[in-house]
């Protein structure tokens, strides 16, 4: 992925430090902290709530 999009490279980021600041802190929180924290929701709701997880594993079709 880092190969399609390759923004430390872009003139945008070269140019504004200050962008660049902010777009690294926003995606090492999306990456470090929200995305794991989505997972583990998630993972506790197909613990608690059964019902999600037999819909998902059901032959319906």
């Given at each position: 992925m880092k190969e399609?999009?390759?923004?430390?490279?872009?003139?945008?980021?070269?140019?504004n430090e200050e962008f660049a600041?902010?777009?690294i802190l926003g995606r090492d929180f999306l990456v470090?902290?929200?995305i794991?924290?989505?997972v583990?929701?998630?993972?506790?709701?197909l613990?608690?709530?059964?019902?999600?997880f037999n819909n998902m594993i059901s032959d319906k079709e």
């Open positions: 399609i999009v390759n923004l430390n490279n872009s003139s945008v980021f070269k140019n600041k902010k777009f470090d902290k929200f794991p924290f989505m583990f929701i998630y993972q506790l709701l613990i608690w709530m059964p019902v999600i």
